[in-house]
C-alpha cells in the first residue's frame, strides 16, 4: 500500500497559509467565471491558463523558484497524466453544457461548479507540494489520485458556497 511520505510542514507562517488559501479561492473564482463561456475550447484553454497562473502564483507566495510557463505547463500535464481518470471524467461532465438550451443552462445554474472544483484541487495539491518541500509530487500516483479526488470533492462544496444562490420567488 503506498504511503503518502510527503507531509506537509507545520512550520510553514500561518499567514503564508492564508495567503496560499486566498490565491486558491481568487483562481477559483475565476475558473468558475470562464465557465460562462459558451465554447467548451475556450474554456479549456481559459481553465489551464487560470491554473498555470495560480501554480506560478503559489510558487511565489511559498518562495519556490517560479516555474517559467514551459515548465508550469508541463508539471500540469505531468500532474493530469497522474490523475488523468479522474480528472478528464470532471472535465467532461462540463460538454453537458453543449446540449441546446437545456444543458447550457443546467451548466449556467451549477455556476461553473467543476471548474472551480478542479482548480481548487490543482491548487491544493501544489499547496501541499510547496509545504512539503517539493516533495509531493514525487509521491506515488495512487497518493496523487487519492488527494485529486479528496481535494475535488471539498473543491465541489467550497464553489457552492461561492456560488450566489438564487432569489426566493
Known sequence: MP?????PNDDIDPMVRTQANDCIRNHVIAAMGVGLVPSFLLE???VTGIEVKMIRDLAEIYRFPVPSK???YKVLISLIGSVAPFFV????HAA???LPIVGHATYIAFLS?????AVFAVGKIFQRHYESGGTFLSSDKTV????F???YDEGKNFAHTLAPTAPAS
Do not use: I, P
Not at 89 to 92: D, V
Not at 113 to 117: F, L
Not at 144 to 147: E, M, P
Open 89 to 92: 471524467a470532471a472535465k467532461l
Open 144 to 147: 496523487l489520485r487519492k488527494h
Open 113 to 117: 461548479t467543476t471548474n472551480g472544483a
Open 70 to 72: 514551459l515548465v508550469a
Open 44 to 46: 479549456a484553454v481559459g
Open 3 to 7: 504511503t503518502d511520505t510527503a507531509v
Open 96 to 98: 453537458v453544457k453543449t
Open 149 to 151: 479526488r479528496q481535494s
